[in-house]
T-cell receptor, first 111, second 116 residues
Framework: DQQVKQNSPSLSVQEGRISILNCDYT??????FLWYKKYPAEGPTFLIS?????DKNEDGRFTVFLNKSAKHLSLHIVPSQPGDSAVYFC??????????FGPGTRLSVLP | DTGVSQDPRHKITKRGQNVTFRCDPI?????LYWYRQTLGQGPEFLTY????????KSRLLSDRFSAERPKGSFSTLEIQRTEQGDSAMYLC??????????????FGSGTQLSVL
């Protein structure tokens, strides 16, 4: 029973263009969401978060959008850079409990 | 702030042996989490502590797994009678939680376990 889904295992984008990574969840009790980036042989690194009271949060090149009615969130990276090539994980939490992670999407930014 | 430290980075063991991993969180963080990750999957929750109290343990977690966080500082994760299916990256994360929002997990580099 996968509560957090990332249905695209991989994504390739040209440098300078927009990268859009998607995440869907099934648990309506989730009220806080995070995105992480992971390079090989390293632990995940925090990117950006959003609370369910918001529908958008922006930090530099990264913007996260939340659609609660669709139980869907997306991470936009603009402009994409080769250093953004990594695996991206979506994670969700309900009421301050543990975080549930999705399976990840591997982003490749092509020069 | 030296980040979250995990030891060892790699562990190779034979099936049936016991292994123990250590995690040192960021010093002012009150929460500590253990996750497990296999190839092509996201981190899978194992257990977490707030200070020294173990607040939640995954229902899927075998009783061969035990974790402690004495005095609310470092934590250890022990796996008894290891099986080949235990081979994975074991990740530790810490956070400071003071209210209902804004918690961020800071991960260590993980311990890669290989059970032969």
């Amino acid at each position: 029973d996968q509560q957090v889904k990332q249905n695209s295992p991989s994504l390739s984008v040209q440098e300078g263009r927009i990268s859009i990574l998607n995440c869907d969840y099934t648990n309506s009790m989730f009220d806080y969401f995070l995105w992480y980036k992971k390079y090989p042989a390293e632990g995940p690194t925090f990117l950006i978060s959003i609370s369910s009271i918001k529908d958008k949060n922006e930090d530099g090149r990264f913007t996260v959008f939340l659609n609660k009615s669709a139980k869907h969130l997306s991470l936009h990276i603009v402009p994409s850079q080769p250093g953004d090539s990594a695996v991206y994980f979506c994670a969700a939490s309900a009421g301050g409990q543990n975080f549930v992670f999705g399976p990840g999407t591997r982003l490749s930014v092509l020069p | 702030d030296t980040g979250v430290s995990q030891d060892p980075r790699h562990k190779i063991t034979k099936r049936g042996q016991n292994v123990t991993f250590r995690c040192d969180p960021i010093s002012e963080h009150n929460r500590l989490y253990w996750y497990r990750q296999t190839l092509g999957q996201g981190p899978e929750f194992l257990t977490y502590f707030q200070n020294e109290a173990q607040l939640e343990k995954s229902r899927l977690l075998s009783d061969r797994f035990s974790a402690e966080r004495p005095k609310g500082s470092f934590s250890t994760l022990e796996i008894q009678r290891t099986e080949q299916g235990d081979s994975a990256m074991y990740l530790c994360a810490s956070s400071y939680r003071k209210g209902p929002a804004g918690e961020k997990l800071f991960f260590g580099s993980g311990t890669q376990l290989s059970v032969l």
